[in-house]
């Protein structure tokens, strides 16, 4: 076999920036991180839940398309059949 096909396997300190150091082995040797698990929200149990209640909602207003000229506005079905006029019976005559 070859010799020193094998990067150098040696232990490390891995810090943090809250202060927190683990010790490991690494071929890269010492270095710092911004966040670990010890400062992380999410396995420290403090972050906070997101509602996501009314996100169409809140989609829909945000991307919600001005008509363009020239066309009528879309209606919904509730208004379109209460914006309708009543249709006459057949037997009135008064025409």
């Excluded at 300190?13 to 710092?32: H, L, N, Q, Y």
């Excluded at 945000?62 to 919904?76: D, F, I, L, T």
Aim: charge should be positive.
């Amino acid at each position: 076999m070859k010799a020193d096909l094998h990067p150098d396997y040696k232990p490390a300190k891995i810090s943090c920036a809250c202060g927190s150091v683990v010790d490991t082995f690494s071929t890269r040797g010492d270095f710092a991180t911004e966040i670990c698990s010890n400062c992380h929200p999410f396995y420290t149990g403090k972050h906070k839940l997101v509602d996501t209640a009314g996100r169409i909602e809140r989609f829909e207003t945000k991307y919600k398309k001005s008509p363009k000229p020239g066309m009528a506005p879309v209606k919904k079905k509730a208004e379109a059949t209460a914006a309708a006029p009543a249709a006459k019976p057949e037997g009135d005559a008064s025409n």
